[in-house]
């Protein structure tokens, strides 16, 4: 299967490595000092399971590529309407584009730029960032990907990139309602995004503090309360049970968003927290933890590396 990874940061850097170890044709796209590191010296992932790619079929000119079978959106939520433009010569008339990006207006953005019928739902778990140039750092064993048609059919493109997944060591899951999936992630990376960038912890001591675990929790609740308003599948009581996951992983576990806060980048809290209040304002369903999310960050969302 010939696979583009466009955006070969920590989810697309790890996943694509495990996909290129397993067989698949893999091109990663990438931009500056990690695309140098990862042409001139491979690609590397240290943590639980560390691995080395000594050659990777690295660009930053999509391009150059040329038409795959499926391409991996990665690219953080603020690169997307310029990615969006930069994948259109590798898709062809079979191509199958899957987004693994965060949040639940992702896909909204896809469809005002490819049709319907060439995009799969897909949802990315893990706990990894750039540690330095051409070097993925995973924080605790937790990785697995989720993908299916918006049909809920098993089709065979997915069939096949589930097979070059598992043939990689992911664990992935071709799933029935994709929806569903991407909202109960929205769940846990809400809360854990909001949480770890305004108290600058990892999920640790949050979820050991009886204050800041309380706040967890209800900032997740109130993302299945907006959910359930927009007609998803949710349990009433989901936020508790991803209370339980919060529990499950590494202690020094943190978002994506709390990393860039951190150096300085641009932050994803207005399809995150901000999305929580937009589409909670949609159905009347009253989100004021979330929106005081959005409010401490506001100031940090367009990056501060200067």
Same mark, same amino acid.
């Not at 499926?70 to 008339?93: F, H, N, R, S, Y």
């Not at 503090?209 to 349990?235: C, F, I, K, N, S």
């Not at 936020?239 to 590494?250: G, I, M, P, S, Y």
């Given at each position: 299967?010939?696979?583009?990874?466009m955006g070969?940061g920590?989810?697309?850097?790890?996943?694509?490595?495990?996909?290129?170890?397993?067989?698949?044709?893999v091109?990663?796209?990438?931009?500056?000092?990690?695309?140098r590191?990862m042409?001139?010296?491979?690609?590397?992932?240290e943590g639980?399971?560390?691995?080395?790619?000594?050659?990777v079929?690295?660009?930053?000119?999509?391009?150059?590529?040329g038409?795959?079978?499926?391409?991996?959106?990665?690219?953080?939520?603020?690169?997307?309407?310029?990615?969006?433009?930069?994948?259109?010569?590798?898709?062809?008339?079979?191509?199958?584009?899957?987004s693994f990006q965060?949040?639940?207006?992702?896909?909204?953005?896809?469809?005002?730029?490819i049709?319907?019928?060439?995009?799969?739902?897909?949802?990315?778990?893990?706990?990894?960032?750039?540690?330095?140039p051409?070097?993925?750092?995973q924080?605790?064993?937790?990785?697995?990907l989720?993908?299916?048609?918006f049909?809920g059919?098993?089709s065979?493109?997915?069939?096949?990139f589930l097979?070059?997944?598992l043939?990689?060591g992911?664990q992935a899951?071709?799933s029935?309602?994709?929806?569903?999936e991407?909202?109960?992630?929205?769940?846990f990376?809400?809360?854990?995004?909001?949480?770890?960038?305004?108290?600058?912890?990892?999920?640790?001591?949050?979820r050991?503090?009886?204050?800041?675990?309380a706040?967890l929790l209800? +900032?997740?609740r109130? %993302? *299945?309360?907006? &959910?359930?308003?927009? =007609? #998803?599948?949710?349990?009433?009581?989901? $936020?508790?049970?991803?209370?339980?996951?919060?529990?499950?992983?590494?202690?020094?576990?943190t978002?994506?968003?709390?990393?860039?806060?951190e150096?300085?980048?641009p932050?994803?809290?207005?399809? +995150?927290?901000?999305? %929580? *209040?937009?589409? &909670?304002?949609?159905? =009347? #369903?009253?989100?004021?933890?979330?929106? $005081?999310i959005?409010?401490?960050?506001?100031?940090?969302a367009?990056?501060?590396?200067?």
């Amino acid at each position: 299967m010939r696979i583009a990874v466009m955006g070969s940061g920590g989810l697309g850097g790890y996943f694509g490595a495990r996909l290129a170890r397993g067989g698949a044709d893999v091109h990663f796209v990438a931009r500056g000092s990690h695309l140098r590191a990862m042409r001139e010296h491979g690609l590397r992932v240290e943590g639980p399971e560390p691995m080395h790619l000594a050659q990777v079929n690295a660009t930053d000119d999509p391009a150059s590529v040329g038409e795959v079978d499926l391409v991996m959106l990665c690219v953080k939520l603020w690169d997307t309407e310029a990615a969006l433009a930069q994948i259109v010569p590798m898709i062809g008339p079979d191509t199958c584009v899957v987004s693994f990006q965060n949040g639940v207006l992702k896909d909204q953005m896809l469809r005002s730029a490819i049709d319907a019928s060439q995009l799969m739902g897909g949802v990315g778990y893990i706990a990894a960032t750039i540690d330095r140039p051409g070097v993925i750092r995973q924080t605790g064993p937790m990785q697995r990907l989720v993908f299916g048609e918006f049909d809920g059919t098993r089709s065979p493109r997915g069939q096949a990139f589930l097979a070059a997944c598992l043939a990689g060591g992911i664990q992935a899951e071709l799933s029935a309602d994709i929806v569903r999936e991407i909202w109960q992630k929205y769940v846990f990376l809400v809360g854990l995004s909001g949480t770890t960038s305004t108290i600058r912890k990892p999920i640790g001591p949050i979820r050991d503090h009886p204050q800041t675990r309380a706040l967890l929790l209800d +900032l997740m609740r109130e %993302v *299945v309360a907006v &959910g359930r308003a927009h =007609g #998803v599948d949710l349990a009433r009581d989901y $936020a508790e049970v991803r209370l339980q996951l919060a529990d499950n992983v590494a202690y020094d576990m943190t978002s994506s968003m709390h990393h860039d806060l951190e150096r300085g980048n641009p932050l994803e809290v207005r399809w +995150l927290a901000g999305g %929580v *209040v937009e589409l &909670g304002a949609l159905k =009347g #369903v009253p989100t004021p933890l979330n929106r $005081a999310i959005a409010a401490i960050l506001a100031l940090h969302a367009k990056g501060n590396r200067s």
